[in-house]
């Protein structure tokens, strides 16, 4: 991979991170970070030493926002699977 590819996935992985932050579900935002975080480390394969600490800041940052959510990711889904997920409508 190229400079390039690294810089493109570098700003993949940012648009991620602020998107996961944005989406309302938990579970949805989860996925979201987590994939951002995994771009972010696939960014720092073939990148110069300050493409990697960006890649390196960019998934901690996802990871960090991602175990923010995860408890409430773990509720929700456990409500999901009890039946109850539309029972406030």
Known sequence: MSATTARTLLWAAAILGAVGAMIGSPAGGLLVLAVGAAVAGL??????????????VLALACLALAAGRLGDAR???????????????
């Open 43 to 56: 960014a720092a394969i073939p990148g110069t030493r300050r493409t990697r600490v960006v890649a390196a």
């Open 75 to 89: 509720r929700e889904m456990a409500r999901y699977r009890s039946g109850r997920a539309h029972a406030s409508r």
